[in-house]
């Protein structure tokens, strides 16, 4: 497992950006696939945007395609959410993963509020 935190989080208003950071504690930081969920109140956690171990590729859920990018710094074993365009409906909890073998390592959570 994985120590993941994140950061950045916070309440703003409609068309404002964000940049969400999320550490983690490991050495083996590169060769991690990397990802962004977000659970709003009474819904699921989905799936926001994801990024290679290699950095060469990365993916988004529809509806922050072209306003999000997520992004890594192997250097400093961090990766980002880049915010922009935020909508009321982008409001919720959002959770950095980081895979490898199979296992799962989840983040703590940060708040991201877009009053509507």
């Known amino acids: 497992q994985v120590q993941l935190v994140e950061s950045g989080g916070g309440s703003v208003q409609t068309g404002d950006s964000l940049r969400l950071s999320c550490a983690a504690s490991?050495?083996?930081?590169?060769?991690?696939?990397l990802a962004w969920f977000r659970q709003a109140p009474g819904k699921e956690r989905e799936f926001v945007a994801a990024v290679s171990w290699r950095g060469d590729g990365s993916k988004y859920t529809d509806s922050v395609q072209g306003r999000f990018t997520i992004f890594k710094n192997n250097a400093k074993n961090t990766v980002y959410l880049q915010m922009n365009s935020l909508q009321p409906e982008d409001t919720a909890v959002y959770y950095c993963?980081?895979?490898?073998?199979?296992?799962?390592?989840w983040g703590q959570g940060t708040q991201v509020t877009v009053p509507s």
């Open positions: 490991t050495p083996f930081f590169s060769s991690y696939n």
């Open positions: 993963a980081a895979d490898r073998g199979g296992t799962r390592s």
